[in-house]
């Protein structure tokens, strides 16, 4: 019995795994092939001071539209991007898509606009990933301090030696560093205070149950109070309405992201919206 039993659990499981590898095989050809043919995008979302509601950056995201104009989710596409292994190509594209869009925006009348770039965990654990950076940089003459490169909290957890070096290494040519979708994760205070980051993003999550008045002091204040004591910038993420970000700004949040001021927006289109939204 218990080797009928070990059969058929091998063959369940087997099974479905199969259908899983397939689809997953499936869906990284199609990637593959939408990256070849020029199917994938990068859209921008702007970052606004909270004070002055005027731009101060724009969050690079990666958008995949198929042929028959379905819209396929990064949060879907990037774990098999890293699974296959493209994510070391696709996330060099999206940085030097993302420098070369910020040296645009400059260039007309935004001379110290940011631009954010998700990196992922496969990208930042690749050898290479240094020497990418740099060039990346030199290639598209995009101001180093300028850039910001998210890494999620997870990543900022691992291997503290290796870290440390490489976020070192990173400061050094000029880029910041964010800890995005921060609170979602277990960083202790003490390891925080090691690495050589410069923004905390606080995760939606927490933008969103700010306005729960039941609550004491909320997960986004402690953030916030957190930044101010180990002296990192903060901007909250997923802003959708006016009275998170009225009492985000009240908690001292200086920049915020989200719908509320500007879904991501194709190249083109942030150039106009910015157009409209100009400090002079
Ligand atoms: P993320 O980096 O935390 O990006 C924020 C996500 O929240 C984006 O989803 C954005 O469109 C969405 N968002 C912004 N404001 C609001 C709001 O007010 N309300 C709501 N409900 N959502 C809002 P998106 O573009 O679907 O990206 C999902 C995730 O995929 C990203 O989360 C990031 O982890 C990953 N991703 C996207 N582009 C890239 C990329 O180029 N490289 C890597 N490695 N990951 C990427
Ligand atoms: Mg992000
Ligand atoms: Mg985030
Ligand atoms: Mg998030």
Redesign the pocket.
Known sequence: RAKLQQRTGYLHFSRSMGIDIRERVNMMHALRAAFEERHLF??Y?PQIDMVTRLPVGA?????WQTEDKTMI???RF?PIAEYSGL?IE??EW?LRQACQELVRIQRHGFPNFMMS????QV?FRHPHFLSMLRKALEDTNAPPHCIEL?I?ESMAMEEPDALIKLLDQITETGVSIAI??FGTGFSSLSHLQKLSVDRL?I??AFVMEITDSSRGSSIAEMIIQLGRNLELDIIA????DERQAKILTELGCPYG????FS??LTSDALHDWLRTHKTT
């Not at 969050?59 to 958008?63: T, V």
């Not at 770039?117 to 992922?120: G, L, Q």
């Not at 992201?257 to 509320?260: E, F």
Request: net charge negative; charged share 30%; hydrophobic share 35%.
């Open positions: 990068v859209v979302q969050e690079a995201l990666l958008r989710s990064p949060s990037i994510i696709l996330g999206v770039v998700n990196v992922s990208q998210e999620t995005d979708d993003k995760d939606r993420e997923g802003v959708e992201q989200g719908y509320l879904k991501p």
